[in-house]
């Protein structure tokens, strides 16, 4: 990856990061607005709740899959991204992204299944019902956020268009348009940006289609309007601004595998006893500390996900 190790970020970065710990740290502690404007520190009041400009998305359903961890602030969540398409630093998606049109847009599923179907995003959004999912997210970089998604099992989408047994596999395409996507002119990867779970993964309870994030429909540079969450899984297998969904018999190629297969593998899944060739996966830095934290096996989802891999060697299948 085209990337900065941890210790490469910046420190403006790191203050900004700082200043909303402890902002999230008032909240915690109950302290609530009044301590934060008593403090001096009026500017945060803005960004205290949801400062998104997305579109509300009404009752959301609680998961019992949502961890109780502290979520990362909305301008944590939506200035410090990877999406290639509009730049390959932290900071581009977020002043980038804004020429990406996330309507009217259509994803279309097809390939090994009976009932192939195109969906327009609001026909998406009514499909199941929404769901909160809370997650850890861990980029193989090193570093960790927890986002409160919204969204539902990809089940539930995969279900309607009756996969074949033939079906194996499921690969996601990213939309593919340079006008929209400048990042695209360049070739730091294969465009468009492709994905790829095996059917079991997809099925599985904890992996979601994402709608949105703190309530609200995503941000353009989380992947509007609809991207692949998977949380015990490195970051980049949730492809984002995804069109296209292709069931298939075997193993499709991914944009990282291709980029570099002995770093990325296509199971992807979070593992610190694995370290990436150019450096350790033992621990990660939840952004918004300083303090580096031990990387959990299946980034802590491992009771719900390990049996997926019952008999395969993940040092080998990394
Ligand atoms: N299309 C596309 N999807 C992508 C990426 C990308 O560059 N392009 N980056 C991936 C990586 S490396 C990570 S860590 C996550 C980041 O998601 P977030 O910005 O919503 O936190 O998106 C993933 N999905
Ligand atoms: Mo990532």
Redesign the pocket.
Known sequence: ?LIRKPSDIPGSEITSEETYRHRRAFMVAGAGLIAVAALGLPKLLGGTTTPGTGEKLGTLKKSSFSTSEPSNSFKE?ST??????FGTSKED?ARNAHTLRPRPWTLKIEGECLKPRTFSIDDLLKLAPLEERIYR?R???GWS?V?PWVGYPLKALLDLVQPKSTAAFVEFS?LMDPKQMPGQASRA?NWP?K?GLRLDEANHPLCILGLGLYGQTLPN???APV?LVVPWK????????IVNIRLVKSMPRT?WNDANPSEYGFYSNVNPGVDHPRWSQATERRIGEFKKRPTQMFNGYGDQVAALYAGLDLKRNF
């Open positions: 990856m969540i410090y991204n990877n999406f290639y398409e998606p997210m980029c193989v970089e956020m986002i990213t990867l940006y994905e540079q989380n992947g991207r490195y970051g980049f297998k949730g492809a984002k601004s944009a």
